[in-house]
């Protein structure tokens, strides 16, 4: 062990940080290609809304000042919008963010953090940062079993994440599962219920989170304004919960840790629900695109609920990825999430959709040697 390892916090020491997408100028710089199309970070492929865009112009004069560290105009608005008081809410740089500032708040080393298998990798990173004991349940058609993560606790355990619908498999939990799980978690356990992609579910059975929360004090939701908003670039997150677990994860909130434009824009966007029924149903007719060109090409994928699709290509999936990349399309390799015969793609724009399947076609085929 080096001396740096020797003074490293023992969690942190033999962690590998998170993979995002490959960016389209990495791979302009690798390859030397251009005309690149990114379908590998379930970003909305329609760019950030019209009144979004408005109230980022608008502020480009201000940004010698900081931001407002409380985020107060941005809580009002989502407070009246989804009905929950503004003291139930945390602002994050991304929902990451406040995933990790829940494990920094709730879990001491040694701890237990409770997970699904296949689920977003974040949360085995932010449990490892603090030297969590993890237990990773095996899933049940690619997504959570509820009934089996509720066995895992015990009263080590101090945090269970729940992706709903789930990254990078698309699959999602009904109402009747997730209230008989939260039934049966104990007052000790935060359970954390991620809807990054819940504008995309239209299931009838699909819960909301928030409704939980007064009935399940324990329940964090977090959601994103990454995704259908589209401002993935800006970095937009938050949580809501109860007041008391609020108080405590802003604690250790970082005071400015969204910036002036994040704030304006997401609060712009949350006024665009034009902008987010389009982004829908674009996504639906994208999706739809997608799955009937994997069926036309034998292929099987996970039927997915998000703006993603996760489509079976084989043993070779490295190679079909990078077969891939050489033609200008980058999609998701997802082997690090124990799907080492799958690839996950985004959802795109119509053309975009058919040069993704016109690549993989041609990718397979290079695999085949036909």
């Given at each position: 062990?080096?001396a740096?390892?020797?003074?490293?916090?023992?969690?942190v020491?033999?962690?590998q940080?998170y993979?995002?997408?490959?960016p389209?100028?990495?791979?302009?710089?690798?390859?030397?290609?251009?005309?690149?199309?990114?379908?590998?970070?379930?970003?909305?492929?329609?760019?950030?809304?019209?009144?979004?865009?408005?109230?980022?112009?608008?502020?480009?004069?201000?940004?010698?000042?900081?931001p407002?560290?409380?985020?107060?105009?941005?809580k009002?608005?989502?407070?009246?919008r989804?009905?929950?008081?503004?003291?139930?809410i945390?602002?994050?740089?991304?929902?990451?963010?406040?995933?990790?500032l829940?494990?920094?708040?709730?879990?001491?080393?040694?701890?237990g953090?409770?997970?699904?298998?296949?689920?977003?990798?974040?949360?085995?990173?932010?449990?490892?940062?603090?030297n969590?004991?993890?237990?990773?349940?095996?899933a049940?058609?690619?997504?959570?079993?509820?009934?089996?993560?509720?066995?895992?606790?015990?009263?080590n355990?101090?945090?269970?994440?729940?992706?709903?619908?789930?990254?990078?498999?698309?699959?999602?939990?009904?109402?009747?599962?997730?209230?008989?799980?939260?039934?049966?978690?104990?007052?000790?356990?935060?359970?954390?219920?991620?809807?990054?992609?819940?504008?995309?579910?239209?299931?009838?059975d699909?819960?909301?989170?928030?409704?939980?929360?007064?009935?399940?004090?324990?329940?964090?939701v977090?959601?994103t304004?990454?995704?259908v908003?589209?401002?993935?670039?800006?970095?937009v997150?938050?949580?809501?919960?109860?007041?008391?677990?609020?108080?405590?994860?802003?604690?250790?909130?970082?005071?400015f840790?969204?910036?002036?434009?994040?704030l304006?824009?997401?609060?712009?966007?949350?006024?665009?629900?034009?902008?987010?029924?389009?982004?829908?149903a674009?996504?639906?007719?994208g999706?739809?695109?997608?799955?009937?060109?994997?069926e036309?090409?034998?292929l099987?994928w996970?039927?997915?609920?998000g703006?993603?699709?996760?489509?079976?290509?084989?043993?070779?999936?490295?190679?079909?990825?990078e077969?891939m990349?050489?033609?200008?399309?980058?999609?998701?390799?997802?082997?690090n999430?124990?799907?080492?015969?799958?690839l996950?793609?985004?959802?795109?724009?119509?053309?975009?959709?058919?040069?993704?399947?016109c690549?993989?076609?041609?990718?397979?085929?290079?695999?085949?040697?036909?």
């Open positions: 062990m080096s740096l390892d020797a003074i490293t916090a023992a969690g020491r033999g962690l940080p993979q995002p997408g490959k389209v100028e990495t791979l302009e710089r690798e390859l030397g290609i251009s005309e690149i199309i990114k379908l590998a970070s379930n970003e909305n492929p329609k760019g950030p809304g019209i009144l979004a865009c408005k109230a980022v112009r608008e502020l480009a004069d201000g940004l010698a000042r900081y407002d560290g409380s985020g107060h105009r941005l009002a608005v989502l407070a009246e989804f009905g929950v008081n503004a003291r139930q945390t602002l994050g740089n991304g929902s990451n963010d406040v995933l990790e829940v494990t920094r708040c709730f879990v001491e080393p040694g701890q953090v409770v997970v699904s298998d296949h689920a977003f990798a974040v949360y085995t990173l932010a449990a490892r940062s603090v969590a004991n993890i237990c990773s349940v095996p049940v058609d690619f997504g959570h079993d509820l009934e089996a993560m509720s066995l895992a606790i015990n009263p355990t101090r945090v269970i994440f729940i992706a709903n619908p789930n990254n990078p498999t698309g699959t999602y939990v009904g109402r009747s599962q997730l209230l008989a799980f939260l039934e049966r978690v104990p007052q000790h356990v935060i359970t954390v219920l991620d809807e990054a992609y819940f504008e995309y579910v239209a299931e009838p699909y819960p909301n989170g928030l409704d939980l929360i007064e009935q399940f004090p324990g329940l964090v977090m959601r304004f990454s995704k908003y589209g401002l993935a670039g800006l970095r997150g938050y949580a809501v919960a109860s007041e008391p677990i609020t108080e405590v994860l802003n604690r250790v909130r970082q005071p840790n969204v910036n002036t434009l994040g304006a824009a997401a609060e712009a966007a949350l006024d665009d629900q034009a902008y987010v029924r389009e982004s829908v674009e996504n639906e007719q999706y739809a695109q997608l799955c009937a060109g994997f036309k090409l034998g099987r996970i039927p997915s609920y703006n993603f699709v996760c489509v079976e290509v084989g043993p070779g999936s490295q190679g079909v990825y077969a990349l050489h033609q200008g399309v980058i999609v998701r390799p997802v082997a999430y124990r799907l080492p015969e799958h996950r793609i985004t959802v795109g724009l119509a053309t975009e959709n058919q040069r993704a399947l690549a993989l076609e041609h990718a397979l085929e290079k695999q085949t040697g036909l």
